[in-house]
Every structure is written in C-alpha cells, then in structure tokens.
C-alpha cells in the first residue's frame, strides 16, 4: 500500500476546462492584487477556498459522497496545477486515498504485492477516477449555483453543501 500511496501523491491531477472560470471565483487566485489578501479579508469577500487545488480537493470530496463521477477527458483538462503531496491538510488527502482505493475495489491484498510499475499505472487510474469524481462534484455545484447564483458567495455555504449532497444511484 506505501508503495502505491507514493506513487497516487506524485501525481499532477488536472481539471476541466469547462468549470475553470467557477472554481477561479471561488478562490483567491488572482484576486490578491485587490486588497491586502488575509484570510479574514479573503473569506468576507467570499472567498471559500484559497487555492485551486483546496477547490479541486472540495469538488472531489462532493464528488465521491454522492456517487458521481462527471464526464471528463484528460486531452481537454485545464493545466496541471500542484502535485498531490503538496496538498493539505495531509488527513483530507489521506481521506481522499482511501476513499478512491475503496470505490475502486481493489483487492487490498494483491495491493502490497504490486510492482513499481503497476503501482505507477494504478496510482493513474486512481488520480483519474478522482478527476472524475471532481468533475461529478463540480456539475452539482454548477447546478447549486445556478439554482442559486449567490449560494457559494458565502463561504459558509461549502460546509452546508457537503452536508446536503446526497448519494446519486446511476
């Protein structure tokens, strides 16, 4: 399992395109330059998230609670933005790990048995299903905030969505 861990956190995750401009709302990229940026400041403006990839980690959490994984291709991603071992805080990432691994069913005994390379490819096929799971997280996002355009201007809205999010049979 370390060696499969190792290779799923040296990852570059990727998003779509299509929800660029909605997660960049969302955060505080860019959007620095307008004051003096402290967190404080920040979340009064309604910033939720200070990084694309806190957004990204949110989409994925929303994601994976209902069941939804969104159509997403990695040829017509937005760019790759931070490796996974970089994200914090380390218990969500590892949250986010054992999630996939149980989603994906993988027999947990031939896992301590992999090589480096099948580690490598399994370690893909777990960022791509989280990339899906992201792109799942942000259509029910996109389609909260179409029902209610303001909804995630308050950042106290992203716990109260995560809350509300409700497992999606297909």
Same mark, same amino acid.
């Given at each position: 399992m370390k060696l499969l861990k190792e290779k799923f956190l040296e990852k570059y995750p990727l998003y779509p395109n299509t929800y660029e401009d909605?997660?960049?709302? *969302?955060?505080?990229?860019?959007?620095?330059?307008?004051?003096?940026? +402290?967190? %404080?400041?920040?979340? /009064?403006? =309604?910033?939720?998230?200070?990084?694309?990839?806190?957004?990204?980690?949110?989409?994925?959490?929303v994601g994976i609670k209902a069941r939804h994984q969104g159509h997403f291709e990695r040829n017509a991603a937005g760019p790759k933005f931070l490796q996974i071992k970089d994200w914090k805080p380390q218990p969500?990432?590892?949250?986010?790990?054992?999630?996939?691994?149980? *989603?994906?069913?993988?027999?947990?005994?031939?896992?301590?048995?992999? +090589?480096? %390379?099948?580690?490598? /490819?399994? =370690?893909?096929?777990?960022?791509?299903?989280?990339?899906?799971?992201?792109?799942g997280g942000f259509e029910l996002m996109l389609a909260k905030s179409k029902e209610l355009p303001q909804f995630f201007e308050n950042p106290g809205n992203v716990v109260t969505f995560l809350k509300e999010v409700v497992l999606i049979m297909k």
């Open positions: 909605f997660m960049r709302r *969302l955060t505080r990229v860019k959007d620095v330059s307008r004051s003096a940026g +402290s967190d %404080e400041e920040q979340f /009064e403006r =309604g910033k939720a998230f200070g990084t694309v990839y806190e957004c990204f980690m949110y989409a994925t959490m969500l990432v590892d949250f986010i790990f054992m999630s996939l691994l149980t *989603l994906a069913k993988l027999p947990f005994d031939e896992i301590e048995e992999l +090589s480096l %390379e099948q580690a490598d /490819e399994k =370690g893909l096929d777990l960022v791509k299903n989280m990339e899906k799971y992201a792109a």
